[in-house]
């Protein structure tokens, strides 16, 4: 079956950098995106990685290795407003997305 | 302001009772869809439509249909509710189904059937 895994839940500092880790078995894979979700809002777009590497934007990155089914997202400067969770879904062969359940980040003072 | 539109935002509904989620776009996406979302669980797809005209089933459509007459509209429908579809349900639509990028959402239904 197709599985995505992520942490459920971390906690950070605010200032400090977090990275949120994703692993997935999917049939095929046509790229890899992070969502961001405030409590009772929608998911909003952070990210997509298609090739191998780094993709930075501002302050939030996204990593992808294809060969190790692996991607992390990773928040520097952490802020307050940071708290949120974070969804990782890999589109599959067939173009359907398969998500995770999420990671829960709580930023302290 | 461009986006999506859901209604209801939120409802509570009793068992055996038929409901229609709305849903309005106005991006002239092709695509569109419907995910519900449960806690501990990630989204999972109920329904999507390629195109004005056409429909496909997802990963848990049992109990739920849609139709999409033209671009901009999706409802959703369960025909007799059940407490297992308690979910907050989201709306969302793209350029195309092939996604190579954002998939926009809606702000969400809140059902809950007792």
């Known amino acids: 079956g197709q599985n995505i895994d992520q942490p459920t839940e971390m906690t950070a500092t605010e200032g400090a950098i977090v990275q949120i880790n994703c692993t997935y078995q999917?049939?095929?894979?046509?790229?890899l995106f992070w969502y961001q979700q405030h409590a009772g809002e929608a998911p909003t777009f952070l990210s997509y990685?298609?090739l191998d590497g780094l993709e930075e934007k501002g302050r939030f990155s996204s990593f992808l290795s294809r060969s190790k089914g692996y991607s992390y997202l990773l928040l520097k400067e952490l802020q307050m407003k940071d708290s949120a969770s974070y969804l990782c879904a890999v589109l599959d062969s067939n173009y359907q997305l398969i998500w995770g359940a999420g990671t829960k980040l709580i930023i302290k003072p | 302001i461009a986006g999506i539109t859901q209604a209801p935002t939120s409802q509570i509904l009793a068992a055996g009772r038929r409901m229609t989620l709305r849903c309005t776009q106005d991006?002239?996406?092709?695509?569109m869809y419907w995910y519900r979302q449960d806690l501990g669980l990630g989204l999972r797809l109920i329904h999507y439509s390629n195109t004005a005209g056409t429909t496909g089933k997802g990963e848990v459509p049992d109990g739920y249909s849609v139709s999409r007459a033209n671009t901009d509209d999706f409802p959703l429908t369960l025909a007799s509710a059940v407490p297992s579809q308690t979910s907050v349900y989201f709306c969302?639509?793209?350029?195309?189904?092939?996604?190579?990028?954002?998939?926009?959402f809606g702000e969400g239904s809140r059902l809950t059937v007792l």
């Open positions: 991006m002239r996406h092709n695509a």
């Open positions: 969302a639509s793209s350029d195309s189904r092939a996604l190579t990028g954002e998939l926009f």
């Open positions: 999917t049939s095929g894979f046509n790229g």
């Open positions: 990685n298609v």
